[in-house]
């Protein structure tokens, strides 16, 4: 790459992990609207301080009504190539042991704090790939715009403010997700099983269990509260889950057993250890009261076996060579005496559609007599891998890493999903958990610097 690029990154490293411990200090998850503050106080104060940093470092920005923001490295040049990036993140969850969610620290090599590989981190290595070749002084024939969003965990909208006004770029792409490069995204859908119950007061019994925080995230922990129970009378089951399942179980109150799991994206349920999946297996060791609701969380459980990501249960299961196989999740567990309910992220390979998944899932679940919602399911996306723009990014990839450059295909879905010619493109170097949307988030310091250079490169392979 340009030698003297890589020169001003690394001499600005200092400035760079300050800027990211500073943004993501930030507890920018998604709030309660408010008055100009569309996602609450968080997302409003993260986008702000990004835009900020742009103008500070010599791009214009543009806040637009404090959903979304840009900023261009040259608004005399009309943008050819948008960097879409945002600085929302998720719920805080609990387990952390290095530090906590939004006290970020540096400790052997790696940046520890929420936001720091998804997607605060990689944010600012773009920013600073951009101000590198700005404070080298090297021209460029074609625009760049950073594009930086504030909901892209809760849905996107943010983005969808900004196409209303703007026009897609030429060519788009979106440091969120890892290298080399992605180019097809599997189609989405997500549903909800519910049923409601004529409350059944016999003892003991079931009052509540609550898991997950994101219908995107594995459950990292399920409560369950009881009534009539004697604890020590479970303690032999709590045992039991705990082997079977590789969770920790503990009586946490009079009444009260908590499942500590451990939390996965919902693209890669299999990383993960549900906490719920293992709460409602407990529930069936215990010596409860039979119940019309011990009995639908069995067929909770019969749809969704534990360990279980490939929506067999649900009658789903698809492969196809392209992209590879579906994934599937519960993620949002609600139990009370009088109603359950559901949530459940599937993630579909390019074959998926409406007939062979969604269909037979609303069947499988209403053949067990639970409620079945939905919606649609959402296209996969692909843009060509043999086209200049991706090649173009693989070779910058390359020439900067030393490692091979190749397409893949991801369960998660980017920002890019719905762009014509967007691909993710980034940070996190292969091989690598840096444990987004899970406790001790954290991006290697190096695999960011790497990451600066590699956008750097980009840009002048694609607009210079």
């Known amino acids: 790459m340009d030698a003297k690029v890589k020169e001003w990154i690394r001499s600005h490293k200092d400035e760079l992990l300050k800027d990211v411990k500073e943004l993501c200090a930030i507890p920018s998850v998604k709030g309660a609207y408010e008055e100009g503050k569309p996602y609450g106080p968080g997302p409003f104060e993260s986008l702000n301080f990004t835009l900020n940093l742009c103008e500070k470092y010599g791009f214009p920005a543009q806040n637009l009504e404090n959903y979304v923001g840009f900023a261009d490295f040259d608004p005399s040049l009309p943008p050819s190539l948008d960097i879409l990036a945002h600085t929302d993140v998720v719920p805080a969850g609990e387990g952390w042991t290095v530090t906590e969610p939004f006290r970020v620290i540096e400790k052997d090599g790696r940046l520890y704090g929420r936001g720091t590989s998804d997607d605060k981190g990689p944010l600012l290595a773009a920013l600073y790939a951009m101000r590198a070749i700005k404070e080298c002084g090297i021209p460029l024939k074609k625009g760049v715009r950073m594009i930086v969003g504030a909901d892209e965990e809760c849905g996107s909208s943010d983005i969808e403010k900004y196409y209303e006004k703007y026009p897609e770029g030429e060519m788009t792409f979106s440091p969120d997700a890892e290298f080399p490069l992605i180019n097809i995204e599997k189609g989405q859908f997500r549903a909800m099983l519910s049923k409601d119950f004529k409350e059944d007061s016999a003892l003991p019994r079931l009052l509540s269990l609550e898991a997950g925080i994101a219908v995107n995230a594995v459950p990292q922990k399920a409560v369950l509260r009881f009534e009539g129970l004697e604890l020590e009378k479970a303690e032999s089951a709590m045992r039991e889950i705990e082997k079977e399942c590789g969770v920790k179980c503990e009586i946490s109150g009079p009444a009260e057993i908590t499942v500590i799991g451990s939390s996965a994206h919902a693209a890669k349920p299999e990383s993960g250890r549900n906490a719920g999946l293992s709460a409602l297996l407990l529930v069936e060791k215990l010596p409860l009261h039979p119940s019309e609701l011990l009995a639908a969380l069995k067929k909770v459980s019969k749809l969704f076996p534990y360990g279980v990501t490939d929506g067999s249960g649900l009658g789903i299961r698809l492969r196809d060579p392209e992209s590879g196989d579906l994934s599937c999740t519960l993620d949002i567990f609600h139990v009370d005496p009088k109603h359950i ?56 990839y390359e020439d900067v890493t030393g490692l091979k450059g190749e397409c893949l295909a991801i369960g998660g879905g980017t920002y890019v999903h719905h762009l014509k010619n967007g691909v993710a493109f980034g940070a996190v170097l292969p091989d690598v958990d840096t444990r987004m949307h899970g406790a001790d988030e954290f991006m290697d310091v190096e695999n960011l610097l790497l990451a600066s250079e590699v956008y750097a490169e980009s840009i002048l392979l694609l607009c210079r």
């Open 341 to 396: 309910e559901f949530i459940y992220d599937c993630r579909t390979p390019v074959t998926a559609n409406e007939e062979n998944c969604y269909a037979r899932a609303k069947a499988s679940v209403e053949a067990e007599g639970l409620d079945y919602e939905a919606k649609s399911i959402v296209p996969p996306h692909k843009v060509a891998a043999d086209s200049d723009f991706v090649q173009k990014l693989l070779r910058a």
